[in-house]
């Protein structure tokens, strides 16, 4: 069953796409990883479901209620953490959970149990009865997502949940997550972390520059690329004249394929070499008859960066670099919020 569907979606800033014709379906119970740097339009997406934006052209559902037509209805479904944390630092943790439940309307009854379930679960005991402006970012994190919990949500839309945090906060967050999906929530988790992707969705979209590039289950977009994912750069920095002739090399070798120059890494070339081709062997020969030599090459399994790579020809980090510096984060800021 999609639970969400997405459909046709397009968000524009002046005259930047934010999101341009996304299709997207998510099941009901699944944990579904949005993956791409910082300024390609995940957060834009997460607000959109959020209904705290709306979309300029397509369509969304959440459980068959139309998001744009019914937003009180979709708010009752969803509990969103946001990725700027804002608490107040007079309350304790525990009042500020408690003044959230009566937000919700939550009664009495349910409402301490369940403030003491998150505390458990979230492992807050310690210092859940100080000030929040006392909170490490760790903590405040863990505050920030119980909040979002207390009403029980259908859906939990999760941006950036656990960037920057210590190693046992993030943890913590990833038991959570487990657990809650087991118990049949829907999860939507944005991030640029590709080992929590990797490690808790069901399903990935990869998006860049608004589009999305790829999706399906972690471990199929990896093995689709097959083989072994090889980096090889013949000098430390590489001029893109030098990168061309070396990849004209490659594509005579057998067993070598999808062949990327990676500009931003010192025009380094990447590729997809088959396990069972000796591949190594032939490399030199080409390389030492053309005058080259192998600077450095790395062999690893291929992963969600690869999978990115090859799409875009950039790695996750090289793209973040690049889009923050292409986007005004301010003035679409500015505009969202007319």
């Excluded at 950036?160 to 929530?185: A, H, Q």
């Excluded at 070339?269 to 090459?297: P, Y």
């Excluded at 690893?300 to 793209?319: C, I, R």
Aim: hydrophobic share 40%; proline share 3%; charged share 30%.
């Amino acid at each position: 069953m999609n639970y969400i569907q997405i459909k046709n979606l397009s968000k524009r800033y002046f005259d930047v796409n934010a999101l341009e014709n996304i299709n997207i379906k998510i099941s009901k119970g699944s944990l579904f990883g949005l993956l791409g740097p910082n300024g390609a339009g995940k957060t834009t997406l997460l607000k959109i479901l959020a209904t705290l934006i709306s979309p300029d052209d397509g369509k969304v559902e959440i459980n068959e209620i139309d998001l744009v037509k019914k937003p009180r209805q979709i708010r009752e479904l969803i509990g969103y953490v946001a990725q700027e944390i804002s608490l107040d630092k007079i309350l304790t943790g525990r009042e500020l959970l408690d003044f959230q439940a009566d937000l919700y309307h939550i009664p009495k009854t349910k409402k301490l149990q369940r403030i003491q379930d998150l505390i458990i679960k979230l492992d807050m005991e310690d210092w859940i009865d100080r000030k929040c402006g006392t909170y490490s970012g760790g903590m405040k994190r863990r505050i920030d997502l119980a909040a979002g919990l207390l009403h029980l949500p259908k859906v939990l839309i999760l941006d950036e949940p656990t960037v920057g945090l210590d190693i046992e906060s993030r943890n913590i967050i990833w038991d959570l997550l487990k657990n809650l999906k087991d118990d049949g929530m829907t999860i939507i988790l944005s991030s640029h972390y590709l080992n929590e992707i990797d490690y808790l969705a069901d399903t990935v979209v990869i998006i860049n520059d608004g589009k999305v590039i790829d999706q399906g289950n972690p471990n199929y977009l990896k093995s689709k690329l097959g083989g072994e994912r090889i980096s090889l750069k013949v000098r430390e920095f590489s001029s893109p004249e030098e990168s061309e002739k070396v990849k004209e090399i490659l594509n005579k070798i057998d067993g070598i394929r999808q062949i990327v120059i990676n500009s931003a890494q010192g025009y380094s070339l990447n590729f997809i070499a088959e396990k069972e081709k000796d591949f190594l062997t032939k490399l030199k020969v080409e390389l030492a008859f053309s005058k080259f030599e192998i600077f450095s090459l790395t062999q690893s399994q291929p992963s969600l960066d690869d999978v990115y790579l090859q799409a875009t020809g950039k790695t996750l980090q090289d793209a973040e670099i690049f889009m923050a510096g292409k986007r005004d984060l301010k003035k679409e800021s500015k505009q969202s919020m007319r």
